[in-house]
């Protein structure tokens, strides 16, 4: 098993797969939360959630604690939505725009994910002030795995069980998080709290 060591991960991106173990686990006791380690160990995300189980608003932070992306759920939309932001507030006081939404899916293509046995979302990402790209996420139902594609179907982001190299399957609140090259790990790591 590979050590845990408190050190800081600077970027948010990376040039190769990268593979994270998500510890559905608060680090600090009486609180809901998860911690994301890199695959040398080192704490890379945390999630504490010190009040109630069913909160409204999430933050992910790094190591230190210092908040990246902060998701919000939405409370008087029709479906489920979710919105994550880098920040709360623009310079000049007003809310900034999202950096991503996620809707759940509604229609003929979430009935044929049903009938596959996947619950579909989609994911809308501002990638800059006025582009917006789209990604689908797909959750078997039985929670056991999700996937994360693009629009034209490329693998983004795919979250499962963790299995050692023994090949023991760990624990539900253990997960592999496997990212692809050149994309956003806190992006990622929003998405995948929200399913």
Not at 94 to 123: D, N, T
Request: some cysteine.
């Amino acid at each position: 098993m590979a050590k845990v060591h408190p050190q800081l991960v600077s970027s948010c991106t990376s040039s190769k797969q990268e593979v994270f173990t998500l510890w559905m686990k608060s680090l600090i006791m009486s609180t809901n939360g998860c911690a994301v380690f890199d695959s040398n160990g080192c704490i890379v995300f945390r999630v504490d959630n010190y009040s109630h189980r069913c909160t409204t608003q999430i933050c992910i932070m790094d190591a230190t604690g210092k908040v990246l992306l902060t998701i919000v759920k939405k409370k008087f939309s029709l479906f489920k939505t979710w919105e994550g932001y880098r920040s709360t507030k623009s310079t000049d006081g007003r809310r900034k725009k999202p950096v991503f939404q996620v809707r759940k899916l509604m229609g003929i293509r979430a009935f044929l994910g049903y009938l596959r046995g996947y619950s579909i979302c989609k994911a809308l990402i501002r990638v800059e002030e006025d582009k917006v790209c789209e990604y689908r996420m797909e959750i078997k139902s039985c929670k056991q795995s999700c996937r994360i594609v693009d629009a034209f179907g490329g693998l983004v982001a795919e979250v499962k069980r963790k299995i050692t190299t023994s090949g023991v399957v760990l624990g539900e609140d253990v997960l592999t998080m496997v990212v692809e090259p050149h994309i956003d790990h806190s992006l990622v790591m929003g998405l995948v709290l929200v399913m």
